[in-house]
Antibody, heavy 125, light 108 residues
Framework: EVELLGSGGGLVQPGGSLRLSCAAS????????MSWVRQAPGKGLQWVSS????????YYADSLKGRFTVSRDNSKNTLYLQINSLRADDTAVYYC??????????????????WGLGTTVTVSS | EIVLTQSPGTLSLSPGERATLSCRAS???????LLWYQQKPGQAPRLLIY???SRATGIPDRFSGSGSGTDFTLTISRLEPEDFAVYYC?????????FGQGTKVEIK
């Protein structure tokens, strides 16, 4: 069964740091790109960051650049998100998601087909 | 950055009724890059539709997607009790992703 298990969330003081992890199983992890998506309490989904299957290419939402670092260890089937200088508005559930690629009408199309349960980050003093 | 605007914010309908959800992009997007997700309280999002109109694996045929350019639609032909949830459209543009703000489909 394809599964993503997020961990590493918790209560952190403003200015602190946290590293989130997402353990993957049931699929060839090194074949797929991955993303982090967050959801503040009572709010919608916000894309945070993506990483290519090899880890050589990384992408970040413009509003979040600089404090977030995505990485992966394909030998451990694990995705990471390092968050520094945490602020109150970083409080959210952080989901990891697996990318998929299919060919539609002769062209590649992408999406996120498997999502982890999410790990909660609370930034408060 | 492409902005996706969903309407209405909330849709109040009864089981068995038809739901029509709209997603408008701030500029033209490829239909191949438009997706729809369903999210229920306390759960992760679930992929419903990719490439604007292709149903994901296991998604019932009462869900359908359509549209092109800047205007896209998710239609639920006959609402079942388990369909009351929040729905998000999403698009990607050369490795950058954005979501709409969501439409809540609630029981009337």
């Amino acid at each position: 069964e394809v599964e993503l298990l997020g961990s590493g969330g918790g209560l952190v003081q403003p200015g602190g740091s946290l590293r989130l992890s997402c353990a993957a199983s049931g699929f060839p992890f090194s074949t797929y790109g991955m993303s982090w998506v967050r959801q503040a309490p009572g709010k919608g989904l916000q894309w945070v960051s993506s990483i290519s299957n090899s880890g050589t290419s990384t992408y970040y939402a413009d509003s979040l650049k600089g404090r977030f670092t995505v990485s992966r260890d394909n030998s451990k089937n694990t995705l990471y998100l390092q968050i520094n200088s945490l602020r109150a508005d970083d409080t959210a559930v952080y989901y990891c998601a697996k990318h998929f690629v299919v060919v539609v009408a002769g062209a590649r199309t992408y999406g996120m087909d498997v999502w982890g349960l999410g790990t909660t980050v609370t930034v408060s003093s | 950055e492409i902005v996706l605007t969903q309407s209405p914010g909330t849709l109040s309908l009864s089981p068995g009724e038809r739901a029509t959800l709209s997603c408008r992009a701030s500029r033209s997007v490829s239909g191949r890059s438009l997706l729809w997700y369903q999210q229920k309280p306390g759960q992760a999002p679930r992929l419903l539709i990719y490439a604007a109109s292709s149903r994901a694996t296991g998604i019932p045929d009462r869900f359908s997607g359509s549209g092109s350019g800047t205007d896209f639609t998710l239609t639920i032909s006959r609402l079942e009790p388990e369909d009351f949830a929040v729905y998000y459209c999403q698009q990607y543009d050369t490795s950058w992703w954005t979501f709409g703000q969501g439409t809540k489909v609630e029981i009337k």
